[in-house]
T-cell receptor, first 114, second 116 residues
Framework: EAAVTQSPRNKVAVTGGKVTLSCNQTNNHNNMYWYRQDTGHGLRLIHYSYGAGSTEKGDIPDGYKASRPSQENFSLILELATPSQTSVYFC?????????????FGHGTKLSVL | GDSVTQTEGQVTVSESKSLIINCTYSTTSIAYPNLFWYVRYPGEGLQLLLKVITAGQKGSSRGFEATYNKETTSFHLQKASVQESDSAVYYCALGDPGANTGKLTFGHGTILRVHP
């Protein structure tokens, strides 16, 4: 079964600090995604990637950067964290073919920015 | 853009009773979307429950069913007899095959609580 691992599972950060959320997949999938989930909003796409070296803006990219240094790893970076970025973040990988948009998700990272 | 609207908040059902979680979608794509139901059990990540990529067809998994209705732009999730182990958060999602990005647009999620 496909595996997506996120770290850390929980994170408390201070306002203005830098936060890096990491994601590793062993599926050899080309595409990777970062979503956040908030009450009343469901999952919203922040950034995604088509492969190593590629990053694309999703629907809510402001305040976030992404990095895809390899096929397996995809990081989400908050350079200056704000309390509004308190959320649960999910990483996912997918093959990205036209009809097979099955995504494999990690367990999520709960981030609290104080 | 694309959007998905599903039953809001929490649904509470007694064990062995039937369930329906409503889902309707909207898309600006010229292609018919691919439709999905994902589920998140307590302490786990989201996982695919079922998907349908052809209008008019029905998907099923673990006793759940959903039919892709392009006339009403709906993809409601149903189960005839729920179990306590079905308690989870359910998400309806839409994928645009024309975009070829693999991105999914999710609904807000519906919390299902099944009590014995």
């Amino acid at each position: 079964e496909a595996a997506v691992t996120q770290s850390p599972r929980n994170k408390v950060a201070v306002t203005g600090g830098k936060v890096t959320l990491s994601c590793n997949q062993t599926n050899n999938h080309n595409n990777m995604y970062w979503y956040r989930q908030d009450t009343g909003h469901g999952l919203r796409l922040i950034h995604y990637s088509y492969g190593a070296g590629s990053t694309e803006k999703g629907d809510i990219p402001d305040g976030y950067k992404a990095s895809r240094p390899s096929q397996e790893n995809f990081s989400l970076i908050l350079e200056l964290a704000t309390p509004s970025q308190t959320s649960v973040y999910f990483c996912a990988s997918g093959e990205g073919t036209i009809s097979n948009e099955r995504l494999f998700f990690g367990h999520g990272t709960k981030l609290s920015v104080l | 853009g694309d959007s998905v609207t599903q039953t809001e908040g929490q649904v509470t059902v007694s064990e062995s009773k039937s369930l329906i979680i409503n889902c309707t979608y909207s898309t600006t794509s010229i292609a018919y979307p691919n439709l999905f139901w994902y589920v998140r059990y307590p302490g786990e990540g989201l996982q695919l429950l079922l998907k349908v990529i052809t209008a008019g067809q029905k998907g099923s998994s673990r006793g759940f069913e959903a039919t892709y209705n392009k006339e009403t732009t709906s993809f409601h999730l149903q189960k005839a007899s729920v179990q306590e182990s079905d308690s989870a958060v359910y998400y309806c999602a839409l994928g645009d095959p024309g975009a070829n990005t693999g991105k999914l647009t999710f609904g807000h999620g519906t919390i299902l609580r099944v009590h014995p």
